[in-house]
């Protein structure tokens, strides 16, 4: 880690960080609803090390957050949020994700 990071994160934070978290997940929200933002989370930095591969770490964070939307979504993006540009990983359709 860079010694001018913008949080306080330690090897033993489990919470989500966006400085941190290995996986940034968007909600691309159904469009129905109009102009609101899509929802953006950050994966548990205790579940960043539990889990080694993105897509089952992903899957992880899916089962918690897909409820919270109820369906109203229709694609959700998957970035690497520790490499340069966080480039995108992978994508889940909605019917990937019930
Ligand atoms: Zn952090």
């Known amino acids: 880690m860079s010694a001018n990071k913008l949080c306080k994160c330690t090897r033993k934070t489990r919470n989500a960080c966006g400085n941190c978290s290995r996986l940034r997940m968007v909600f691309l929200m159904d469009f129905e609803l109009g102009n609101i933002q899509n929802p953006v989370y950050y994966s548990f930095q205790a579940e960043d090390r539990k889990y080694k591969d993105e897509r089952v770490l992903a899957r992880q964070m899916l089962s918690r957050l ?22 995108k990983l992978f994508e889940f359709k909605k019917n990937e994700t019930l």
């Open 66 to 87: 897909s409820k919270l939307h109820r369906g109203r979504y229709h694609k959700i993006e998957v970035f690497d949020n520790q490499a340069s540009g966080k480039p």
